[in-house]
């Protein structure tokens, strides 16, 4: 597979949408061929922040340089102003944006502003429970127990931060979170629950349950895919074989229940048959998964080579089946992502997380350039 024209047709795309975006961004497409825009309300932001450095790491062109430090300059305005911040996702809106560009300028200002969303996401943590808190406020009794398998991908953030500044209480934090996910958010059989409440007083576990998959002891594919990618990461900070572990078998899992195409339904447990959504973002995700693991294994593991030769199965069905390749006014690069099945929020669309994992997946296989959630 060509990897590198592929990166070269998503680079029409993202250049064509800089102009169409202005200073927006893009979330989900709805039965269209577009994105639908908005102005720094939601958890994805940082997606297109990140798809505009990816780019410029690759082509060095200083258009989408000035995109990117524009969208950054958004975001950094944003925490300023503390909008929409009240969430577990700090991770997502500013490892891909201000982190990012630190890694690649070490510019200082930028270090600063992902070292204050650090701080930011560290108001999640509940003492009493041992725990981020994923969504609501404080002592919320819908959602202050609550953790959500998507929280693996925030934890890179408080990892960094440790490193940066040689407090170590952020990575602590992080550590005592991944480990609550793995002991409670992954199931006996290698598959995952979405969510998982505990008593918000002692700690204690209540039960698994789902926001999004198919019902609660469903698998939800996505979920999956942050935990294969999230328990790697987490890995790659504490070096605890049990994070590696863990991350190895929620991989063969997602592998054992693909479909013949190689890319995932929405959840393992819908019924696969004609017009069951897809998720091409969680075969994106997983896939950067699976070449972060695989860059942890020795050499002569087998699970090593299995894993890799189960990225590049899954990448070229998707640059194959469901890549636009910048041939049309298509403004995603996956078709046949899904944001919510469950909640009929674009079940079959473009999702720009879809893209970035999609790109960074990419870049990992042509040049093994990985994303921005650690320093290289």
């Excluded at 999702?351 to 990419?362: N, Q």
């Amino acid at each position: 597979m060509n990897w590198q024209a592929a990166i070269e047709r998503t680079l029409r795309t993202t250049t064509a949408n800089i102009a169409r975006f202005g200073n927006q961004f893009p979330i989900v497409s709805k039965g269209t061929e577009k994105y639908e825009l908005e102005d720094q309300t939601s958890w994805t932001e940082g997606f297109w922040v990140g798809i505009l450095w990816l780019s410029y790491e690759y082509n060095q062109d200083p258009a989408i340089r000035e995109a990117a430090v524009g969208a950054g300059a958004s975001m950094k305005r944003r925490l300023e102003q503390n909008r929409h911040l009240d969430h577990h996702d700090i991770g997502f809106l500013y490892s891909l944006s201000a982190k990012a560009q630190w890694i690649l300028e070490k510019d200082g200002q930028a270090k600063e502003v992902a070292l204050q969303a650090a701080d930011v996401l560290m108001k999640r943590w509940r003492p009493d429970s041992q725990l981020f808190q994923a969504w609501g406020p404080e002592g919320d009794p819908d959602n202050g127990g609550r953790i959500i398998i998507d929280c693996l991908m925030n934890l890179p953030l408080l990892f960094w931060a440790t490193e940066q500044t040689g407090d170590p209480l952020y990575a602590e934090r992080a550590r005592i979170h991944a480990e609550k996910s793995r002991r409670f958010l992954v199931r006996g059989d290698d598959s995952s629950y979405h969510t998982f409440y505990f008593d918000q007083k002692t700690g204690d576990s209540v039960r698994g349950g789902t926001h999004q998959g198919f019902r609660d002891g469903s698998t939800w594919t996505r979920g999956q895919a942050w935990g294969i990618y999230g328990f790697a990461l987490a890995y790659r900070y504490t070096k605890e074989p049990s994070f590696l572990e863990t991350a190895v078998r929620l991989a063969k899992f997602f592998i054992a229940h693909l479909p013949e195409d190689r890319v995932a339904y929405w959840d393992f447990d819908a019924p696969q048959k004609e017009g069951t959504p897809r998720d091409s973002s969680a075969s994106a995700i997983a896939a950067c998964g699976m070449l972060e693991i695989a860059g942890h294994l020795p050499q002569d593991d087998p699970a090593r080579q299995f894993l890799l030769d189960s990225a590049n199965e899954s990448m070229a069905s998707l640059t194959e089946r469901y890549f636009t390749a910048g041939d049309s006014e298509e403004e995603g690069f996956l078709r046949h992502g899904s944001y919510s099945v469950r909640g009929d929020i674009s079940p079959d669309d473009f999702v720009i997380w879809g893209d970035y994992f999609y790109l960074e997946a990419l870049l990992r296989l042509h040049k093994g350039t990985p994303g921005y959630w650690y320093e290289r």
